[in-house]
T-cell receptor, first 112, second 115 residues
Framework: QKEVEQDPGPLSVPEGAIVSLNCTYS??????FMWYRQYSRKGPELLMY????GNKEDGRFTAQVDKSSKYISLFIRDSQPSDSATYLC????????????FGQGTRLTINP | GAGVSQSPRYKVTKRGQDVALRCDPI?????LYWYRQALGQGPEFLTY????????KSGLPNDRFSAERPEGSISTLTIQRTEQRDSAMYRC?????????????FGPGTRLTVT
């Protein structure tokens, strides 16, 4: 079993829809949770990060962490065609440990 | 400013040959990371450096893989006696500091194909 599981999709939704992306994990030591966005033929770019449980909002994006369930989510409101990309969750066990463990990535397409 | 650069962008090599992949991090970044990304998968950690010191090499698959960063800037990932299973995108990332959870900035990657 992988440490981080992410549904690879693909996920296709109409423009303006609310998108929900999710990851589950097995390592209870993970405390730092990140979402990266990767456009085709590009490297991943950090979208959001959260520490421990709770919610964090940044514009149209909201990240949620539920450590008790070992489950994290990324919500995208008012989705735009420019949001079409692969979304990767990533996790780290401690602030000083730079080893990120990534999920498989979910390929998202927003249709105009 | 310039981002992380990697060279070559594409490398095709025959099984059994050695390859060296280069990473030039963002200027002034203390930490440098190497990941391997298979098609349709997320990046898989290989190793990382703070300055010239290799801090963690637990992700290197076997002793054919090695990395160095001798002057604390440019890094080279070397794969000896390449095998077909080594074919993947090799990505480098750098961050400002190795002592907090700073954003890792990824390079464009080197696509390695072993024939």
């Amino acid at each position: 079993q992988k440490e981080v599981e992410q549904d690879p999709g693909p996920l296709s939704v109409p423009e303006g829809a609310i998108v929900s992306l999710n990851c589950t994990y097995s390592n209870s030591a993970f405390q730092y949770f990140m979402w990266y966005r990767q456009y085709s033929r590009k490297g991943p770019e950090l979208l959001m990060y959260t520490y421990s449980s709770g919610n964090k909002e940044d514009g149209r994006f909201t990240a949620q962490v539920d450590k008790s369930s070992k489950y994290i989510s990324l919500f995208i409101r008012d989705s735009q065609p420019s949001d079409s990309a692969t979304y990767l969750c990533a996790m780290s066990a401690s602030q000083g440990a730079q080893k990120l463990v990534f999920g498989q990535g979910t390929r998202l397409t927003i249709n105009p | 400013g310039a981002g992380v650069s990697q060279s070559p962008r594409y490398k095709v090599t025959k099984r059994g040959q050695d390859v060296a992949l280069r990473c030039d991090p963002i200027s002034g970044h203390v930490s440098l990371y190497w990941y391997r990304q298979a098609l349709g998968q997320g990046p898989e950690f290989l190793t990382y450096f703070n300055y010239e010191a290799q801090q963690d090499k637990s992700g290197l698959p076997n002793d054919r893989f090695s990395a160095e960063r001798p002057e604390g800037s440019i890094s080279t990932l070397t794969i000896q006696r390449t095998e077909q299973r080594d074919s993947a995108m090799y990505r480098c990332a750098s961050s400002v500091s190795g002592f907090s959870l700073d954003e890792q900035y990824f390079g464009p990657g080197t696509r390695l194909t072993v024939t």
